[in-house]
Nanobody, 129 residues
Framework: QVQLVESGGGLVQAGGSPRLSCVAS????????VGWFRQAPGKERESVAA????????YYADSAKGRFAISRDNAQKTVYLQMTSLKAEDTAVYFC??????????????????????WGQGTQVTVSS
């Protein structure tokens, strides 16, 4: 069982650079891949970024490439999402999720929310213009 708690959201001005954190409770956290997803009002949940258990694979959705960076600190059982150059369309509830991926998993598969078993409650990010 993995419990995840997100933090770092809030009201941010356009162009801002908040950092989201996802803290896990599981002893075996270092074996899990972690993904960030978001859901805006009236829209479906979409992938943002994901990172493999050792950081060797990092997946970014097109909307995140060049602006967001995902990283992890297994000793602290924490995954970070550094966001920069925020836009109004980044406004959403941001969720982190964890899953075990096989060694042969393709990078794009890390962006598939259906592969994730454990989810946090989410943190709201609101970008004001």
């Amino acid at each position: 069982q993995v419990q995840l708690v997100e933090s770092g959201g809030g009201l941010v001005q356009a162009g801002g650079s908040p950092r989201l954190s996802c803290v896990a409770s599981a002893r075996s956290f270092s074996t899990y891949a972690v993904g960030w997803f978001r859901q805006a009002p009236g829209k479906e949940r979409e992938s943002v970024a994901a990172i493999s258990w050792n950081g060797g694979i990092r997946y970014y959705a097109d909307s995140a490439k060049g602006r967001f960076a995902i990283s992890r600190d297994n000793a602290q059982k924490t995954v970070y999402l550094q966001m920069t150059s925020l836009k109004a369309e980044d406004t959403a509830v941001y969720f982190c999720a964890a899953a075990l991926f096989g060694l042969q998993s393709l990078p794009n598969s890390y962006g598939d929310s259906r592969k994730y078993d454990y989810w946090g409650q989410g943190t709201q990010v609101t970008v004001s213009s």
